[in-house]
């Protein structure tokens, strides 16, 4: 008998280019959303593009935050509420989004993404994620209703956060493996479609990678159009697999043990250099990989996250741990082989 199903959710307008913010009010007019909106930002972003937002709606509310925490959403969600707000629209980079979607996830409304940073796949995904003592909190929420990326707002932004978010999508390579590796030895459900697409977008940026540029339009151009469809091909799976695999686990490892200390987009592209050596040893394509990173300019080395080699092995060691999510990891690393594996690679 025939019994599958499948429910993708998909932002449905999604705007990209030169000075798109001034036509957020448009892009949300189709949506049919009603009720009052409500704009979630932190300060700088809000320095940048807040008043761009507020024009263009008549009777705007909105909370500025300053981390991503839990009383951040919290304070969200009694904002949002008091000012009987109909749905949100985040402004900003990875925190605020993240915050946003999960303040709009506990308040039953959808939300509008405006990011003002190419930092991570979270700026079109459902998935967030936020500290929480030494751990982190994730969902898998709604993805956002529109996104309205600015590539001269993009442009603007530290490039440091532009690189990770390319270090995120280079990712991807080892993300795709994983799952395949967890659906030929645990039957996790595999999908055709997002793998090949994430995979896909990973080569296209690469190929790119020469014109990943600070400053320039294009490049943000090149980078947001990547994390957009690493967001779509998480939309088809309906899970993080896609872009998610023990590259991610060995991050949030790192959240743990030295929180703030990386980028999570430069902490997941270091641990994708080891975790491609783990799956296809010296010979693999763990040098594609790390001179993909070296040339849009993201580390590929412990030292260049700033975290020493003993947490970097305890990081591999444990990353297993993390979540019930099969990867080569497996039952875990020895520490002389990630010891073997980050030497060899350079990464340590
Ligand atoms: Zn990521």
Known sequence: MFDKSTWIQLPRNVLMGHGVVDELADAVDELYLTGRPFLVTSPT??????????????????????????????????????????????????????????????????????????SHDGIVSGRSSIPEGDTRHSVAADPPLAVVADTTILAEAPWELTTAGCADIISNYTAVKDWQLAHRLKNAEYSEYAGALSQMTAEMLVDNAESIKPNLEESAWVVVKALLSSGVAMSIADSSRPASGAEHLFSHQLDRLVPGRALHGHQVGVGSIVIEYLHSGEKGEWRDIRNALDEVGAPTTAAELGIDDETVLEALTTAHTIRDRYTILGDGVSEEAAREAATFTGVI
Do not use: H, W
């Not at 300053?66 to 402004?91: K, P, Q």
């Open 45 to 118: 972003p809000n320095d940048i593009a807040g008043d761009a937002v507020r024009t263009q709606f008549d009777d705007i509310a909105s909370v500025t935050i300053e981390t991503a925490s839990f009383e951040s959403v919290e304070r969200v969600v009694d904002a949002a509420e008091a000012a009987d707000a109909g749905y949100l629209i985040a402004l900003g980079g990875g925190k605020v989004i993240d915050t946003a979607k999960m303040a709009s996830d506990s308040l039953d409304c959808g939300f509008v993404s405006v990011p003002t940073a190419a």
